[in-house]
């Protein structure tokens, strides 16, 4: 039995309506594939082979310098030697799969799930509307007898180009699921990608497979297959190769049953002195019994069926109320409301499992959520909704059509709040962030506007998101600053600086704004405008005032590479800044305060282009 404790001692007030999120799962067997060698690889062909860095070349198609060493996988086709694919030895059937990839100009390759399954690798930078042949996408399925034109079909595009240039990292989270077949060898379930993540932005959902896509290594389908990358359309590179297998059989819930108890319960009780209002028999978990009323307490009994041993995690939602978890008589977590999370280990075998859920806002609606995942297991929904919705207001999204300049509060990396940030968005599907405390540029990012949520839900906290692929430019700090020296420290706050914010105007309709202040006796008019097709930033600043020993930090970062003509990488080949013909012979690239930094002498009309 459960020990009498408070449902909502840990729990601020009763306001229990939270943001859906799902919880990690701690317990799931990933791996790295290793590429110090090709020795995970089936007859690696000579296009093939492990180096210690690659870099594309943005004037040049098809051009990959790389360097000595390894943990990056590289091809390197040529004319006489066209390459081709390469497999894994390993056979995988449900799968995720985390990899990362840099393309050069205008190469083209592919990763196969089940060597059957293709989700495309192109350079897409600059494509505005993205087709199912673009990078990210499901590639199309193909059949030689249909009229020409009509030969390509059920190919998925991506949701967004969340593409970045040539030469960039980029990262492709997978999870898949193999199709089903019975005893006979007879296919009853398609295979699927249950998710596509590309740069950290979600571009496939779900997504039923209804056969092999083009160039699939056989006709048939079948339960395991190895992963293949596709090696001849052009030199592309690989690195943090993780694999997540889901191979073992799942855990099942059996003779689950319920007692509705009504009424308001802050606490847990001692069943033996109440009487349920109801009982009965559930295939799976739910708060959708009917009798169950506005305010109850639903206590809920069965065996959990575990077939491998080994760490479990579970993740529950427990809307407009508390609940807590007992497996085997122990807490799994304590008694809590809105999302919560616990783990334990189990041995094989069936374990007693009691689950109590106590709702007392008598205004949301009843929802119970669960899900347990553990080794070799897929996260597996217990209950008869997931986490996706289960909680929470509907998104507030902003339209950049009809806002396209937000003012809000903004959340960088590190806990750091923008309390002037001004996001403005472009019809190229560009945006940017600029922080008007110190007149600089802070994040762009690429695909949807904003999220407006937090901002405007409820009493809400003043803050928006951005929804696309996202780069952060470093932490909030001037532009421009006056030194004695070039080895003085950059100015980290506005002690003495003079700073003044005059305002920023639209300058056109397509959005580009033209900020203006003053700093260290400078009057600075900074304008930002998109690049056309949408391949990254230009900013032009037009400088008034004594420039003698003042200087334009362009970027800082823990790294940046001197590419020649102009031209820097910066990061971890995050992006690149183009600087302007008229200022490529004068920039100083500097140590400081443990990372690097790009400064310019101050010039009347000066500019670069990001590039990512």
């Known amino acids: 039995m459960i020990q009498l404790k408070p449902f909502f001692s840990n729990v601020p007030g009763?306001?229990?309506?939270?943001?859906?999120?799902?919880?990690?799962?701690?317990?799931?067997?990933?791996?790295?594939?290793?590429?110090?060698?090709?020795?995970?690889?089936?007859?690696?062909?000579?296009?093939?082979?492990?180096?210690?860095?690659?870099?594309?070349?943005?004037?040049?198609?098809?051009?990959?310098?790389?360097?000595?060493?390894?943990?990056?996988?590289?091809?390197?086709?040529?004319?006489?030697?066209?390459?081709?694919?390469?497999?894994t030895k390993e056979s995988y059937g449900d799968l995720d799969v985390e990899v990362e990839y840099l393309v050069a100009k205008g190469s083209n390759s592919g990763i196969y799930l089940q060597g059957m399954y293709e989700i495309q690798i192109l350079d897409s930078w600059g494509v505005k509307i993205p087709r199912a042949g673009d990078n990210g996408g499901i590639?199309?399925?193909?059949?030689?007898?249909?009229?020409?034109?009509?030969?390509?079909?059920?190919?998925?595009?991506?949701?967004?180009?969340?593409?970045?240039?040539?030469?960039?990292?980029?990262?492709?989270?997978?999870?898949?699921?193999?199709?089903?077949?019975?005893?006979?060898?007879?296919?009853?379930?398609?295979?699927?990608?249950?998710s596509v993540e590309l740069n950290g932005v979600i571009i496939h959902e779900d997504v039923e497979l209804f056969g092999p896509t083009r160039g699939?290594?056989?006709?048939?389908?079948?339960?395991?297959?190895?992963?293949?990358?596709?090696?001849?359309?052009?030199?592309?590179?690989?690195?943090?190769?993780?694999?997540?297998?889901?191979?073992?059989?799942?855990?099942?819930l059996k003779g689950l049953t319920y007692d509705i108890y009504k009424g308001r319960f802050e606490a847990l009780p001692d069943f033996s002195l109440l009487k349920s209002e109801k009982s009965g028999e559930l295939e799976s978990l739910t708060a959708s019994i009917s009798g169950s009323g506005d305010q109850f307490l639903i206590r809920y009994r069965g065996q959990l069926d575990i077939q491998e041993e080994g760490s479990y995690s579970f993740n529950f939602s427990f809307p407009g109320g508390a609940g807590v978890l007992s497996i085997g008589g122990e807490q799994v977590f304590r008694p809590s409301g809105g999302n919560v999370a616990g783990e334990v280990s189990l041995t094989r075998g069936l374990h007693p499992l009691e689950l109590v859920y106590s709702k007392v806002q008598d205004w949301v609606d009843p929802l119970l959520t669960a899900e347990i995942a553990g080794?070799?297991?897929?996260?597996?929904?217990?209950?008869?909704?997931?986490?996706?919705?289960?909680?929470?207001?509907?998104?507030i999204l902003i339209d950049p059509n009809e806002r396209p300049v937000l003012r809000s509060f903004m959340d960088l990396p590190g806990g750091y709040r923008m309390t002037h940030a001004v996001?403005?968005?472009?019809?190229?599907?560009?945006?940017?962030?600029?922080?008007?405390?110190?007149?600089?540029?802070?994040?762009?990012?690429?695909?949807?506007?904003?999220?407006?949520?937090?901002?405007?839900?409820?009493?809400?906290?003043?803050?928006?998101?951005?929804?696309?692929?996202?780069?952060?430019?470093?932490?909030?700090?001037?532009?421009?600053?006056?030194?004695?020296?070039?080895?003085?420290?950059?100015?980290?706050?506005?002690?003495?600086?003079?700073?003044?914010?005059n305002g920023y105007r639209v300058l056109s309709e397509e959005h580009e704004l033209q900020f203006s202040y003053e700093v260290f006796g400078v009057a600075v008019e900074d304008k930002l405008e998109v690049v056309s097709g949408g391949k990254g930033l230009k900013r032009i600043l037009n400088l008034g005032g004594s420039l003698e020993n003042r200087y334009v930090r362009v970027i800082a970062s823990e790294k940046i590479e001197n590419l020649g003509n102009g031209l820097y990488l910066v990061g971890d080949k995050a992006y690149y800044i183009q600087l302007a013909e008229e200022i490529q012979s004068v920039p100083i690239l500097r140590d400081s305060n443990g990372q690097k930094e790009l400064l310019v002498p101050a010039r009347k009309n000066m500019d670069y282009v990001l590039w990512f």
């Open 14 to 87: 009763i306001l229990l309506l939270v943001f859906s999120f799902i919880l990690p799962y701690p317990g799931l067997a990933q791996y790295a594939v290793s590429l110090d060698d090709l020795d995970a690889f089936e007859k690696p062909g000579k296009t093939w082979r492990v180096a210690g860095d690659a870099i594309a070349d943005l004037s040049e198609q098809g051009r990959l310098t790389v360097s000595n060493g390894n943990g990056v996988l590289v091809n390197l086709p040529t004319e006489k030697n066209k390459g081709q694919d390469l497999y």
């Open 139 to 194: 590639y199309e399925r193909w059949d030689d007898s249909k009229p020409e034109g009509q030969k390509g079909y059920q190919g998925y595009a991506p949701r967004q180009n969340a593409s970045r240039a040539p030469g960039l990292w980029q990262k492709l989270k997978v999870s898949f699921q193999a199709p089903r077949f019975d005893e006979n060898g007879e296919k009853i379930e398609n295979a699927r990608m249950l």
């Open 216 to 252: 699939a290594m056989a006709n048939q389908e079948m339960s395991r297959g190895p992963i293949r990358i596709q090696g001849d359309h052009g030199a592309v590179a690989f690195r943090n190769l993780q694999l997540t297998p889901f191979d073992n059989a799942a855990p099942e």
């Open 375 to 395: 080794p070799g297991i897929r996260p597996l929904l217990l209950s008869d909704r997931s986490f996706v919705g289960s909680s929470g207001p509907d998104p």
């Open 423 to 501: 996001s403005v968005a472009s019809p190229d599907n560009v945006h940017y962030t600029y922080d008007m405390d110190y007149g600089n540029l802070i994040q762009i990012w690429k695909g949807e506007f904003l999220n407006a949520t937090p901002m405007w839900y409820s009493r809400g906290d003043g803050s928006s998101r951005p929804m696309g692929t996202l780069l952060y430019l470093g932490s909030p700090a001037f532009s421009l600053a006056q030194l004695s020296s070039t080895e003085q420290a950059w100015p980290t706050d506005t002690l003495g600086s003079g700073y003044k914010v």
